[in-house]
């Protein structure tokens, strides 16, 4: 299904991208548009991965690193049936996290340094849970394509302006309605991606992890922080911003067409219903003790 799924998606943007295509080159600039299309759809199916990563600065981190965060990812990832997938940091100092990859066989899960400074050992599992969550549901793939194609039909959309042939058949007030309509519907198509993978997400990240609250209370703090603080990569890439795990941006707090991600009070009321609305009880569980590096809580701690 998640290969029928891309498949749908891939179509989709292709058409939207011919689409503006068209509108600024005619029949022509549609076939151009089309054969830029099954040249993205290609490199999206193998290089996406890596060039969501060249755009976010990502630095892999070998196995043995100094945050303990290769063990991490490896006892989680056992837990979860999974491959052990490549694990980078990113030196951004607003907490936040991804995972990419056109498969379980090919992923990686990316964190900030400021996601390491600023949240607990119990939290920091919490969050890579989330993310392998989305690799076994292989939601990174069609996230991942779906940020490398609304980059490129904002892009096109901006070169309206300055393409006569445009300007010629819709009108200066037309041109500029499709550089403000064609940016638009490829963010809804990113904002429905994500908005209806997160929970799903949270809920399979739990288990993996082995106690929702870690997740909550992460969330709790990502939501605390993450908007206190410019993430300079993602605002160069804003169509990006999806495939984190709290938005990037400086967005609202409500669930509603525009948002990138749900309302993280919604996620974290879903995690809490899940062990039974308890906050503190949770803390006392934990997976194996390879899952989860000891190091301290406080900001100044080990984590770099």
Known sequence: MGYV?????????????????????GSGGAMIALVVAAAMNLVGWWNSDKMVLRMHNAHFLAAGDRYGLNDMVRGLAERADLPVPAVYLIDEPQPNAFATGRSPQN?????TSGLLRTLSREEVAGVVAHELAHIRNRDTLIMTITATFAGAISMLANFALFFGGSRERMGIAGTIAMMILA??????VQMAISRSREYEADRIGAEICGNPEWL????????????????????RNPATAHMFIVNPLHGGKMDNLFATHPATENRVAALRAMSGGRPAAARHAAPEPSAVPRVSRKRSGPWG
């Open 5 to 25: 799924k891309t498949a749908m998606l891939m179509a989709a943007m292709t058409a939207l991208f011919m689409g503006v295509g068209y509108l600024l080159g």
């Open 107 to 111: 992923a990686a899960v990316a964190v």
């Open 183 to 188: 940016p638009l519907a490829a963010s809804l």
């Open 216 to 235: 909550a209370s992460a969330l709790e703090g990502l939501g605390r922080t993450a908007p206190r603080i410019d993430n300079m990569a993602a605002e």
